[in-house]
């Protein structure tokens, strides 16, 4: 069985600065990792997904999260936010192997960018 | 190329009633899943469709049910409605095996 952990429910942050949400797994087999985003009354858009090779993932609008596997933790980060960046993220990760299949995910951190 | 999309957008219902929900997957996608979404939680896997049958089921229980058809869109139908089924219903799709789910924009239940 797999479980999420984002460790804070709220991030509130100021325009232009440097931004790291939490996020913290437990597995009993190997997992994908994904980061999704939910802008209010909407559904949720993959961010970034780390599946092999280089534990640093990056996506097209700036973000990026690490993959440590001795820490178990795939944190994302981002330079410098924007108003727009405010949202609901959601770190899930995805057992593979036997049965497994279905996506996990935590319980979300609001990110509210104020300007 | 149309994405994931689901109806209705929004329903209100009373405890006991019946609902049905509708989901049509993605372009070229031949499986479905369901999540559901609790005010101020992450979603939650309900279960999945392929080739017509039911492959996965999270915690839930049989007053959840579900189909998919040859066309590869899938229903949810929830029985018996209680309080604690008011959330938002999410239908994401993908290929069979693949971890890239695609999700829709969901469905907004209320229970009364």
């Known amino acids: 069985a797999q479980s999420v952990t984002q460790l804070d429910s709220q991030v509130p942050v100021f325009e232009e600065a440097p931004v790291e949400l939490r996020c913290n797994y437990s597995s009993s087999v190997s997992v994908y990792l994904f980061w999704y985003v939910q802008y209010p009354n909407q559904g949720l858009q993959l961010l970034l997904k780390y599946l092999s090779g280089s534990t640093l993932v990056e996506s097209i609008n700036g973000f990026e999260a690490e993959f440590n596997k001795s820490q178990t933790s795939f944190h994302l980060r981002k330079p410098s936010v924007h108003i727009s960046d405010t949202a609901e993220y959601f770190c899930a990760v995805w057992g593979y192997g036997g049965s497994q299949g279905n996506l996990i995910f935590g319980k979300g951190t609001k990110l509210s960018v104020k300007p | 190329d149309a994405g994931v999309t689901q109806s209705p957008t929004h329903l209100i219902k009373t405890r006991g009633q019946q609902v049905t929900l509708r989901c049509s997957p993605k372009?070229?996608?031949?499986?479905v899943s369901w999540y559901q979404q609790a005010l101020g939680q992450g979603p939650q896997f309900i279960f999945q469709?392929?080739?017509?049958?039911?492959?996965q089921r999270g915690n839930f229980p049989d007053r959840f049910s579900g189909h998919q058809f040859p066309n590869y869109s899938s229903e949810l139908n929830v029985n018996a409605l209680l309080l604690g089924d008011s959330a938002l219903y999410l239908c994401?799709?993908?290929?069979?095996?693949?971890?890239?789910?695609?999700f829709g924009p969901g469905t907004r239940l209320t229970v009364t």
């Open positions: 994401a799709s993908t290929l069979w095996r693949n971890n890239e789910q695609y």
């Open positions: 372009s070229g996608h031949d499986t």
């Open positions: 469709y392929y080739e017509e049958e039911e492959r």
